[in-house]
């Protein structure tokens, strides 16, 4: 069985929010995460991924919930461990949850969330998910104390955070790709679903596919950067063929 791709729109909202914040309502307001959605299934993309944030530093409800009504992929919520967050996931009734560590500090997600330490707070999240029927996953560090805890508290899934692997290089990305083969093997033996994430580009990709056990990869930032560049050609030809085309 293939490798599913997750696609994370979250930094489309990242560019709107940067000149539109005030202003989500205007017809301006652009670019849109809705049409990035449809965008990435048009590509090949078997899920999309938001992260709604407590501080809304990109999406935001009411990307959310369009996303969820008009886009007809599986969708995976990513979010923290609040009250609010639950509450909006069980309104928002998402296919996958992914609970991830949040700071306000941190530009993007950064290590893995310790399922272990605050498994008694976790625990009744993950229950009350569960119940509506969203099946739940654990964004962690591929060590095998998460993996065990991510087991025991009934998470359906794992998401290897890939984020050390993708920042390390020579004998350091050789150890860490052992960390992460090493975990998802444990991950397979306990039932888990392996799925991983972050800071995974065309560079790291071979390498990280030697990884044993991977179901879905989640990859979002690579993706806009990306499009940045391959489609920046064609929006600047299309703004100067209709400047010349309206010309006097």
Do not use: W
Not at 5 to 16: M, P, S, W
Not at 33 to 50: N, W
Request: aromatic share 4%; with cysteine.
């Amino acid at each position: 069985m293939s490798i599913l791709l997750g696609v994370n729109i979250d930094h489309i909202a990242t560019l709107r929010q940067a000149r539109y914040s005030d202003m989500l309502d205007s017809p301006n307001a652009e670019p849109s995460p809705l049409q990035g959605a449809f965008d990435a299934k048009a590509g090949g993309a078997d899920s999309i991924t938001i992260h709604v944030r407590g501080d809304r530093r990109h999406m935001q409800e009411q990307d959310a919930f369009e996303i969820r009504e008009k886009i007809d992929l599986p969708l995976n919520f990513e979010m923290g461990n609040t009250a609010e967050m639950v509450a909006m996931a069980l309104k928002l009734k998402p296919d996958f949850v992914c609970l991830v560590p949040e700071t306000r500090e941190e530009v993007t997600t950064e290590g893995g969330l310790d399922v272990d330490g605050l498994y008694d707070s976790l625990e009744l999240t993950v229950s009350t998910l569960q119940a509506e029927g969203i099946k739940v996953s654990m964004f962690i560090d591929p060590d095998a104390n998460q993996v065990e805890a991510s087991a025991r508290i009934g998470a359906e899934m794992i998401e290897l955070h890939t984020g050390c692997f993708a920042n390390a290089f020579g004998d350091e990305r050789k150890s860490e790709t052992e960390r992460l083969r090493a975990a998802a093997e444990l991950g397979h033996s306990l039932g888990l679903q392996v799925n991983a994430g972050h800071g995974i580009n065309l560079q790291n990709l071979p390498e990280l596919m030697t990884v044993p056990h991977l179901a879905e990869l989640n990859i979002g930032h690579t993706l806009i950067a990306s499009s940045v560049r391959i489609g920046l050609t064609a929006a600047v030809l299309e703004m100067r063929q209709a400047i010349d085309s309206n010309a006097s």
